[in-house]
């Protein structure tokens, strides 16, 4: 095996599959990453067991400056050879594997000799039939991710609500996360509808990674499903992850249809006063932040405190009040995470009484994005 | 005690007297930062003991949008007062302390009331003449620490060796550090004679500190010297820093004053060499690169070498080789600081024998500045 190629291409493709290799792995291989090169084109692979990355590098396109003399494969250890690349002192770099998987890299002046492994003992990529395929706008597959991986569990003692339950069925697509102390959900309608239906659990963890690799340059990803893992293809770049297993809980009848009191806000306004009250609640033993809401005053008071410290206490100016009065109290770092989901929109905070969960939406298209909060009992 | 002011103005003033104030501290009134208000001005203090800064923000200057309304003292939780201002919603804010220390801080519609402490238990700050004070240029002093402070010992088994030594007398200004495994000195000529003679050692921590504090709209910096104390006077801030007790050994007869063998390089060139060869003598037991000389050749060849993962070579491009050949061993991270401290700088190494202090010196001017690295035996 032997080939020539662009640092910076190469340095792009190190980093691509990197973000699927742990240093904590206990398959000892898989701390390393696999070259793969054929006759035009070089495969790159990272893999942690739970997500593969696989991007291939072409010679057609001349920016990559890819030029094969010897076809072959090779492991090489992941952060030490890329921390070699990064540093190279030349534009292109030169990669030749000689006998005992001894690996030497070289460039202008400089000539490494590395340790390699040998690629036959490298695990296969799950094999996933892409002829079912279905497309997603990359932006809003990024959006979905962002505003639904918030709500899943950290906590490994129900692992299917560490991941984003996706259902989809003619036109309708569906993402829910909930830690079982709140929800998100997200509902989108497709342009073409799907051939079939699908229902699957993604780790929230795969989620997070697949949207750090979607980047402005693409418009489009798709996306295959098997019984047990996911494949989503981003230009030259496939990125697999294994579904969670388990039946995911039925979480359509946990948001409220109607409310008692109803306050509006512009997300950011609101998101600041939060932040502000929950300087106060991160210093108090329970990190509590309480509303108070009175329509007759059209007036909506947030309350922090912290015995030790001090407390903060903010009349806000709603765009509107209506229904009954109330004081709750609930998580700020919940409500936090909620109101950044929205981004710049006016919500609508829709409670029924102090102790039942309580939903943020958006005042325009309601019905596509629910923030569900369980507020905290403090009497 | 009341005031008004610019929340960036006071932001600033904040971030500069928190550089002094450290969470670790074992003095609970020093976690706080002291707020002091005159007629005309605003007093902000921190300290950790060792650094003290006082920073100034005066009525006069219409930026400040400073109006006090009422004289007085106080001391605030500084981490926690900072983080409140940082997320205040206003342009301005208006501080008042009420009874028991209660200190309530508005900005629009959110109002903080926070514990403070009595001012009157943090602790003086030492007085110091400053009338025999001594102007140095800004940026000049700046460079003075990057070059020497790299070379203070971490090791308090030798406390003196934590600081960088500074002489003065004349227009004679000479500061150098070692840690007895590398050393580095710095002679610079005054512009103006110095009053009297100083001799004294401040903590490199201290100077780490004093150094990000003079930024590009500093020209100058006053220096003035006390028994166990100096005083730094920049634009309205004064930085207090203790000196370190003790005699700093003598180093003037370290630095050799011939040499055997000669090498001459761009330091960038040189720096990313090495910085290639400690990523593998960083992942072996004994951290070590080694240069040959050649000077027949013209050859200089650097090596780096780890028994698990590989090896590392080089054939450079010197400027110049002359005197013997030579082989020597030596730790790389020693020589990647020594060399980023020449900047773009051309430089000369100059050997006497595989076991002895080699030097750096920049090919102009090499009497101002020397770095000097211990080598290691591995034979």
Redesign the interface.
């Known amino acids: 095996m032997k080939f020539t190629i662009s640092r910076i291409a190469f340095t792009k493709a190190l980093n691509t599959v990197s973000r699927a290799i742990s240093t904590k792995t206990t398959i000892p291989i898989l701390t390393g990453l696999k070259l793969q090169v054929n006759q035009n084109e070089l495969i790159l692979t990272g893999s942690d067991a739970d997500i593969s990355i696989e991007t291939t590098v072409k010679a057609d396109n001349p920016d990559n400056l890819l030029a094969v003399e010897s076809e072959g494969a090779i492991v090489l250890?992941a952060r030490?050879f890329t921390?070699?690349v990064k540093?190279?002192?030349e534009d292109t770099l030169t990669i030749e594997v000689g006998e005992n998987f001894?690996?030497m890299i070289t460039s202008g002046?400089?000539?490494?000799?590395?340790?390699g492994l040998d690629a036959n003992n490298y695990p296969h990529l799950p094999e996933i039939e892409t002829n079912t395929s279905i497309p997603l706008a990359a932006d809003l597959l990024k959006q979905i991710i962002s505003q639904t991986v918030i709500a899943v569990s950290n906590q490994e003692s129900r692992p299917i609500l560490t991941g984003v339950h996706f259902t989809l069925s003619d036109t309708n697509f569906l993402a829910v996360a909930t830690d079982s102390h709140r929800l998100s959900q997200r509902k989108v309608t497709l342009e073409n509808p799907v051939n079939g239906s699908f229902d699957f659990v993604l780790p929230g963890k795969s989620l997070t990674e697949l949207s750090r690799m979607i980047d402005d340059t693409q418009d489009s990803v798709t996306l295959s499903v098997t019984e047990n893992q996911a494949l989503f293809t981003i230009g030259d770049t496939l990125f697999y992850s294994r579904l969670l297993e388990g039946n995911y809980p039925d979480t359509s009848r946990l948001i409220p249809d109607s409310f008692d009191t109803r306050i509006s806000f512009d997300a950011p306004e609101l998101l600041?006063?939060i932040?502000?009250a929950s300087?106060?609640s991160h210093?108090s033993r329970n990190n509590v932040v309480k509303i108070t809401v009175k329509p007759d005053e059209k007036s909506v008071t947030i309350y922090g405190n912290s015995p030790?410290?001090?407390?903060?206490?903010?009349?806000?100016?709603p765009k509107s009040v209506e229904g009954n009065e109330l004081e709750i109290s609930f998580n700020p770092d919940y409500m936090k995470d909620a109101l950044r989901s929205f981004s710049q929109a006016t919500i609508n905070i829709d409670f029924t009484s102090a102790l039942r969960p309580f939903t943020l939406t958006p005042t325009e298209d309601s019905d596509s994005f629910v923030q569900l909060i369980t507020p905290i009992r403090t009497f």
Chains 1, 2 share one sequence.
């Open positions: 250890p030490f921390d070699i540093k190279l002192p001894q690996t002046q400089s000539s490494f000799t590395i340790n600041a006063s932040e502000r300087l106060l210093e030790d410290v001090g407390n903060v206490e903010e009349d806000m100016k």
